[in-house]
């Protein structure tokens, strides 16, 4: 068990007893988290300064849940910490509930304590040596609530997290899905508008995963509050998310919902991290009025999804998703037909993937037939499906 953190952003002083959690989905739309210009530098051994995040702005509304998707070193974790006050920016802006908690122009800044946001970690950072109602409890417990009431609460919480039934084990006893709702339940207790999460599915087996994601989606969808949660799981970022924002060291490279980040990528990186993508590069050697044509290892490749000003002699990367392509042993009709050589069929239960490669590079297509083992086949897509980015 990893020092309880969690306590640390539940000992809030706040002045006045937080009001009990409505059980009721909340509709406004006001902004709950800003973040204007935001940087975080840290210093290296050899004394130069790196951004660990670099001028970030988003914002959040009560109900959104905002999905930080990126690899592992992008910034995610820090952006997080200087939400919560655990780190301390060097510049920008942030307010939370309509309160300025940091402000480099302001001189503004609270500390974690001043800040009214819950935070479930990766490690959920429960006490071991407090059953799980003392747990749920403890963030009531600080701010010096009536006993019936922190009762009444706990019990309420508990029973919506659905796990008023080991109310009186310990942590240790019970499995990790069940120590991951506790701690939920634990930042839900306090009933604030801002929750933070750092990769807390990550410790979870798929299968529970999958199911707690849709707890996660269910229980934010009741309480209505607004959510940061930070992962480098796709599967998390586009199934939670009502808001993905992409981070590619420490900027934001797109922010928009799961369906346009993975339908209308901004860039070549967010469309290969997010999915899986065929990526063909070139030279263009035609462009018209609606799209441009490429010339790639595979044949020439038409696209009508220009991400930029491309002329000819423009050094691209053609990029489209395995759901989109067509394979066949012929050479199909079609204005897109890429000769490569067919490997094997990888069968995962909803749908059979088909692999080809020319070069040593791999292609993968979902539409086609299994062929013989280094026999000839020809790719289709259609041009609107092909993506095109600078290289
Ligand atoms: P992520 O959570 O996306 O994996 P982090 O926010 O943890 O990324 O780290 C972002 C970058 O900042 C990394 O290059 C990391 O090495 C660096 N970093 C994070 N924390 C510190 C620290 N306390 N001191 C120095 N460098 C740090
Ligand atoms: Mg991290």
């Known amino acids: 068990m990893t020092t309880p953190q969690m306590a640390v952003m539940n000992t809030k002083a706040h002045e006045t007893a937080a009001p009990a959690p409505e059980v009721t989905v909340s509709h406004e739309s006001r902004e709950v988290l800003t973040i204007s210009n935001v940087s975080k530098f840290f210093v290296r051994a050899n004394g130069a300064a790196v951004p660990a995040v670099d001028g970030v702005s988003l914002s959040v509304r009560a109900g959104e849940f905002l999905v930080l998707l990126g690899p592992s070193g992008c910034g995610k974790t820090t952006l997080l910490r200087c939400i919560a006050g655990l780190e301390q920016p060097d510049s920008g802006r942030i307010d939370i509930d309509g309160k300025t908690v940091y402000s480099s122009v302001d001189r503004i ?115 209505g509050f607004a959510a940061v949660y930070v992962t480098h799981d796709q599967e998390d970022a586009m199934e939670l998310g009502t808001k993905i924002a992409v981070l590619e060291k420490g900027k934001v490279a797109q922010v928009a919902s799961p369906r346009e980040v993975y339908q209308n990528p901004a860039s070549r990186y967010v469309a290969t991290f997010i999915g899986s993508t065929n990526e063909l590069e070139g030279t263009v050697v035609a462009v018209d009025a609606t799209g441009l ?3 790639t290892p595979l044949g020439v490749i038409r696209s009508e999804r220009l991400h930029g000003e491309f002329a000819k002699g423009d050094e691209v990367v053609a990029i489209f998703r395995p759901e989109h392509g067509h394979l066949s042993p012929e050479r199909p009709g079609t204005v897109n037909a890429l000769k490569a050589t067919f490997r094997m069929e990888l069968f995962s239960g909803s749908h059979a993937e088909q692999v080809v490669t020319h070069n040593h590079k791999v292609y993968r297509v979902w539409h086609g037939k299994e062929q013989e083992h280094g026999t000839e086949a020809w790719i289709s897509v259609a041009p609107e499906k092909v993506h095109v980015f600078e290289r």
């Open 109 to 223: 800044e609270l500390s974690a304590q001043q800040r009214t946001l819950s935070m479930v970690f990766q490690s959920y950072a429960l006490w071991p040596n407090m059953s799980v109602f003392d747990n749920i409890a403890y963030p009531l417990r600080n701010r010096k609530i009536r006993k019936a009431q922190i009762e009444e609460d706990v019990h309420r919480i508990a029973k919506l997290v659905g796990i008023d039934e080991i109310i009186g084990q310990f942590p240790n006893h019970i499995s990790g899905g069940q120590q991951q709702r506790v701690a939920l339940a634990r930042a839900l207790v306090s009933g604030d508008a801002l929750v933070l999460f750092d990769e807390p599915l990550s410790n979870v087996d798929a299968k529970v995963r999958k199911d707690l994601r849709i707890e996660l989606a269910a229980l934010q969808n009741r309480f």
């Open 293 to 295: 044509e490429i010339e």
